[in-house]
Nanobody, 126 residues
Framework: VQLQASGGGLVQAGGSLRLSCAGS????????MGWFRQAPGKEREFVAA????????YYGDSVEGRFIISRDNTKNTVYLQMNSLKPEDTAVYSC????????????????????WGQGTQVTVSS
């Protein structure tokens, strides 16, 4: 199973970016998919997760109302639309596949994910 994140870059505060996470080598349509981020010197932070069907979405408090997670199971791809970006959103963003088959257990914890992409850098300038 491989996950490839892309779409990061440098953007001014208030701008938008769309991240993509393409999966290969395994099944993704029956698993929660998540996005996490980690800034230098900080712990990994939950950003967003989406159920296997895409009907349910979950967000970290710091991004609620600004970010939107979605998925296209026909393409094995998960997206993260990031709007109204702030300098504090600067981090490496990684996508991950949940351990559990069609379960919503502890989806905000990185320990519940066993396949991770390599991460993509997002830098927001003030």
């Amino acid at each position: 199973v491989q996950l490839q994140a892309s779409g990061g870059g440098l953007v001014q505060a208030g701008g938008s970016l769309r991240l993509s996470c393409a999966g290969s080598g395994g099944t993704f349509s029956n698993y929660v998919m998540g996005w996490f981020r980690q800034a230098p010197g900080k712990e990994r932070e939950f950003v967003a997760a989406i159920s296997w069907s895409g009907k349910s979405t979950y967000y970290g408090d710091s991004v609620e109302g600004r970010f939107i997670i979605s998925r296209d199971n026909t393409k094995n791809t998960v997206y993260l639309q990031m709007n109204s970006l702030k300098p504090e959103d600067t981090a490496v963003y990684s996508c991950a596949r949940n351990i559990y088959y069609r379960r919503l257990d502890a989806l905000r914890s990185g320990d519940s994910y066993n396949y991770w992409g390599q991460g993509t850098q997002v830098t927001v300038s003030s």
